[in-house]
């Protein structure tokens, strides 16, 4: 068993470097030239956010937060680095209020992105504020009537009026 164990943990590391090098022969071919083995902080925090975003589409909440939270603390100054990882965070209700500050960051970061408005309304809409998803939602709708997810949700917003 022990020597199992020994030969999955080497297989896993050579995994983790064929993804290194990978992400390493994207860069390069992209045309940054700054990743080299130590990788720059920019780069980590893309590969990081990747992963994340890998991970929350599979349903891996803690992973993806765990990634998300990593490219975020690296580039705190990207809005959708902490816009998603306040999406990840949403998905716990324990952390919604840490999800709520991480979403209105990336807000503040930029303000015309009517994306990032939807996932403020829809953390709302979840937490039952549904004065602040509308004006969020309104807010996304004036940025780009044609958002899917933002008409989702106002036609949500609607039905829970006439319910409720």
């Not at 990743?35 to 803690?62: H, V, W």
């Not at 949403?90 to 990336?106: C, G, H, M, V």
């Amino acid at each position: 068993g022990y020597d199992n164990s020994l030969e999955r943990a080497k297989q896993f590391a050579q995994a983790e470097a064929k993804k290194v090098k990978a992400v390493q022969e994207v860069a390069r071919q992209d045309g940054d030239t700054e990743l080299d083995g130590s990788e720059t902080g920019m780069g980590r925090a893309e590969y990081s956010f990747r992963e994340g975003c890998g991970a929350l589409d599979q349903g891996r909440i803690n992973a993806a937060v765990k990634y998300l939270a990593n490219a975020a603390r690296l580039e705190p100054q990207e809005a959708r680095y902490r816009a998603y990882y306040g999406q990840a965070l949403a998905a716990d209700e324990y952390t919604r209020r840490l999800a709520e500050n991480e979403i209105q960051a990336a807000v503040k970061l930029e303000p015309a992105n009517a994306a990032f408005r939807t996932m403020l309304a829809e953390l709302y809409f979840d937490l039952k504020f549904h004065r602040r998803a509308q004006t969020e939602v309104d807010r996304a709708l004036s940025i780009d009537p044609h958002n899917a997810a933002a008409n989702l949700l106002l036609r949500k917003l609607e039905k829970s009026r006439k319910v409720g």
